[in-house]
């Protein structure tokens, strides 16, 4: 790959994202999303099914499918992902933001070998030649930790096995050096001592490279195991984001402090004794008027049903949106 | 591989004979006196013993069964009744038009239908022209299709041969009445293959690389699109290559469905077996061709051969 | 509560498929209103072991003993013990039918077993999983993944089994909704003295749900012991591998570094 000249990627400049809504026809599954990602950094979104952190993946990946419309800023240095049309729009993709699904046997194109659809990569976007090209995708098999690169290499994606699929996927998202990588749960449907890996593996290369990591997740310990900041999701909003300490150990949205309690609660419980539930179940399709949460909390009071409450500043890039919050400083 | 081959050859051997059998004793519920129909209407009972005997007629069905299965191990297929000449030596007289044709058909399915299927499949609604044009060809029957051809392009327009001729340009209209027979069905297929490769992850995995958008059409979408196709022309082959009756009927092809009719009304069994065992043999041969295919297309098909 | 002779005893099975050996010689009992926990990854033949007790395969070799009875061998035979043995699916969007009715899904096995339902029996079936106010001639698609798994569960109780295979039963669900429906289960166990084998990859909900574990790694039970034992002094390294990649609860005792220093390299 050293002998491909690159045109300069933006700079380091990390993600902007600014009210981004998503709908789909009357649906408005994405309600004014707000967060940033500073380069090196990694951003956790989670949330439960439903909540919106899919979308926002995709809208900033600006990969929705047809019939789905974005509203906002997704800025990567001067850059609006929101905006760029055609060209501009072709140029970012890979370079300026890349995606790694969760389902890498479906991502992955059926008849093609790995290396090929490492190296389409190579050619199309760095204008690589062919020899060049197949080289720089063994190289970027050994760089997501491929232990036999050449032989991975020739295989088909039917003969690889999770790890190693998702592993391919992340060489693809990386072989054109984005500045911004968009990871939607790739570790949901592997086995854990396998999610471990990759999980590392993520980060250290995106932190080596400068790469702002958006990782939208279902699954708190791996929130635990791999944020710097995180993005607490539900009902189409953010409903409190901070650093990783502070949502861990000073969580002030009851939805968030279940969320974290939960696995610490469980760990010390003992076995066949009840486990602490949060009633009802995440809102599908149509979100409840007033706080998205209310219609589950038990803390709820009567201006929750009404108005969405507003995100609060807690504490240094501490938010929260809770009515609960403004009556108690 | 080599096992593999070995398992389905040996498969197709007993296809073959299976087909054998099953005509085999359908010919014997068929009414009518073969001696007869040879000998003609006045022959004495002599005569017609002597037929019998030389047809081996007068032995048993096992008897008659294991000396046509013998026969045909040794590309013996027995005699006309009607036409007093080898049946093999019919067969190979009419099957290169046959394969001509066969071949001219399925391309033009394959080209029409593959071209409107993808036309209309890039697009994000359906069109209405694809719908209008299949309904149309899908309701009109097959040899109406044929005479309209016929009528327009060999009557009116005089541009092609309406019978019999001998240029190249008399396989036009017989393979271009297959072609939009078929196209609706390939036109489908393609186009429903397009919708769903297009919306399949590993297309939205080619749009995020950030290749042109006929790159991902060209190295993501069309191979995975045309797969479900290849299956239906691999079966549509085999038809087509036992024989279109309809066509060569009205274009006067002289194909095997033709010797196949005619064979038919003069109850001229040896014909009428030679016909079906050829076609089954051709219907093995295709579909482990086009097996063959598919597994140099798509890898995941190569996994149960091993 | 988990004295007695055993419900279910399986002893050296084997399960061969083709030229993959799925099982290899897997001995687990349990007692009557005694969850099993099975732990293991995916292609362990954790779920190998649940077809094989549900009778709906065969072992290659080895003995199946229900209520100290050997399984029997023909299939008519064999509908007297899977009238005693329920089973809760995964995916409570795969394994409920959108064209029946709740009535006629949970309807659906007492009438395969010839035995008699009716209005109340519907009604109360449905109490007992927490949906008394669901409509019975609605469809499932109205309802939620939770709701439909509560639907799924009153279905595997309609013939009053003795013994549940739980098949990753919340793995589909969010995570706020399988506390609620593992803490069904466990009341489910308490009131009509069920039996479990409860299947899954997740160690933690396996210690919680689990009186005994059972370890299972590529078709061998590697580990075998009370919950509390397994989970806090494991003896196997397979089973302390399992235990070390349950993710941590708070980023301070977190197992990924930066560094990387926690990937193994994948073999080719």
Redo the contacts between chains.
């Keep these: 790959m050293s002998t491909v000249s690159l045109p300069e990627a933006p700079t380091a400049s990390g993600l902007r994202v600014q009210d981004l809504h998503v709908r789909y026809g009357e649906r408005h599954a994405v309600q004014g999303v707000s967060f940033s990602v500073a380069p090196g950094q990694t951003l956790a979104i989670v949330g439960e099914s439903g909540c919106g952190k899919s979308s926002t993946a995709l809208a900033v ?1 600006r ?1 929705l ?2 019939g789905a419309s974005i509203e906002g800023r997704a800025l990567v240095g001067d850059l609006d992902l929101v905006d760029a049309r055609g060209r501009t729009l ?6 300026v933001v ?2 790694m ?1 969760q ?1 890498a046997m ?8 790995a290396r090929r ?1 490492i190296a ?2 190579l050619s ?2 760095q204008g690589a030649s062919r020899s060049e090209a197949a080289a720089g995708a063994v190289a970027l098999l050994a760089e997501v930790g491929i232990n036999e690169p050449e032989s991975v290499a020739r295989r ?1 994606p ?2 690889l096995s999770g790890g190693m699929r998702q592993r391919v ?1 992340l060489a ?2 990386l ?2 050096r984005p500045r911004v990588l968009i990871a939607d749960e790739p570790t949901t449907a592997l086995d854990v001592t396998v999610q471990a890996g990759i999980l590392s593996l993520v980060r250290r290369l995106t932190r080596a490279d400068a790469m702002a990591l958006v990782w939208i997740t279902h699954d708190i310990g791996v929130v635990a195991e791999i944020a710097d900041a995180v993005a607490v999701m539900y009902g189409g909003r953010i409903v409190e984001q901070g650093p990783v300490e502070t949502i861990f150990e000073h969580p002030e949205h009851p939805y968030t402090r279940a969320l974290v309690h939960a696995p610490r609660q469980s760990r010390d419980a003992l076995p066949k004794a009840p486990f602490q539930a949060i009633p009802g179940s995440p809102p599908l399709g149509e979100f409840p008027v007033g706080c998205p949460f209310h219609p589950r909390c038990e803390h709820a009071l009567g201006p929750c049903a009404q108005t969405m409450p507003p995100m609060l500043e807690r504490g240094p890039e501490h938010s929260a949106a809770c009515h609960l919050l403004s009556a108690r400083p | 591989m080599a096992r593999y081959l070995a398992t389905r050859i040996g498969l197709g051997v007993l296809t073959v004979f299976g087909v054998v059998l099953l005509t085999f004793v359908l010919m014997f519920v068929v009414p009518g006196d073969p001696a007869r129909t040879i000998a003609g209407p006045r022959a004495t009972p002599q005569i017609l013993a002597l037929v019998r005997a030389n047809l081996h007629l007068n032995q048993s069905v096992l008897a008659q069964l294991g000396h046509y299965l013998a026969g045909i191990v040794h590309g013996d297929l027995g005699v006309s009744y009607v036409q007093d000449q080898p049946v093999a030596q019919l067969i190979i007289d009419r099957l290169p038009a046959t394969i001509e044709l066969g071949l001219a058909g399925l391309a033009l399915e394959l080209i029409l239908g593959g071209a409107f299927g993808v036309w209309d499949g890039i697009r ?1 609604r359906r069109s209405r022209i694809l719908a209008v044009v299949n309904v149309g060809l899908l309701s009109v029957p097959a040899f109406s299709l044929a005479f309209v051809l016929l009528l327009l392009f060999g009557y009116k327009l005089s541009l092609f041969p309406i019978d019999g001729g001998t240029g190249g340009t008399r396989i036009v209209l017989p393979a271009l009445t297959l072609g939009l027979f078929g196209m609706p069905y390939y036109a489908n297929v393609v186009r429903d293959a397009m919708q769903e490769t297009l ?4 297309t ?9 958008r006929r ?1 991902v059409l060209r ?2 979408v069309l ?2 699109a045309f797969s479900p196709a290849l299956t239906m022309a691999g079966l549509d082959f085999a038809i087509l290559l036992s024989g279109v009756v309809f066509v060569e009927t009205v274009f006067g092809w002289p194909g095997i469905g033709q010797l196949q009719t005619q064979a038919f009304y003069n109850v001229d069994r040896p014909v009428l077996m030679g016909t079906v065992v050829v076609a089954a043999v051709l219907v093995v041969v295709a579909t482990l061709a086009i097996d063959l295919i598919r597994m140099a ?4 098909t190569r ?1 149960e051969t091993q | 509560m988990t004295t007695g002779d055993p419900l279910l005893q399986l002893t050296d099975v084997h399960k061969q498929y083709r030229s993959v050996r799925a099982l290899r010689g897997v001995s687990v009992e349990i007692r009557p209103g005694e969850t099993l926990g099975m732990v293991g990854e995916s292609g362990s033949g954790k779920s190998t072991v649940g077809r094989i007790v549900l009778g709906l395969e065969r072992p290659t070799s080895g003995s199946l003993r229900f209520d100290g009875r050997p399984y029997p061998r023909t299939a008519r035979s064999l509908r007297a013990i899977r009238r005693r043995i329920g089973i809760v699916f995964q995916d409570p969007y795969d394994s409920l039918d959108p064209r029946f009715t709740l009535r006629r899904i949970i309807d659906e096995p007492l009438r395969t077993h010839g035995l008699p339902s009716g209005r109340d029996r519907i009604a109360e079936l449905l109490t007992s999983v927490g949906m008394e106010n669901a409509d019975p001639d609605s469809y499932p698609t109205t309802y939620s993944g939770g709701q439909r798994q509560r639907i799924g569960i009153a279905r595997a109780l309609a013939l009053e089994p003795d013994l549940i295979v739980c098949d990753e039963p919340t793995s589909a669900l969010d995570v706020s909704v399988q506390a609620q429906i593992l803490n069904l289960l466990l009341a489910l166990q308490r009131e009509r003295n069920l039996a479990y084998l409860f299947i899954s990859h997740d160690l933690e909900v396996v210690r919680r749900m689990s009186d005994r574990i059972a370890v299972i790694r590529e078709g061998e039970v590697v580990e075998t012991g009370p919950a509390a034992e397994v989970t806090s002094a494991p003896q196997h390294p397979y089973t302390r591998a399992l235990l070390d990649a349950v993710p941590a609860t708070r980023p301070s005792e977190r197992h990924v570094d930066a560094n990387g220093s926690a990937d193994p390299v994948v073999a080719a």
């Design positions: 990946a990969l499918p047809p072709r140029e970012a993709r890979g370079r890349a995606y699904p389902d479906a991502a992955l194109n059926p008849v093609q070998s659809q389409e990569v199309f976007r088909y039917h003969e996927m693809i998202a072989a054109a | 994000p919306a399949a992850p590993y939205r995995t080619a749009v995020a690389k950030g290749l042109p790159a190295r993501h191979r995975n297309i798509d890898p995941r996994l």
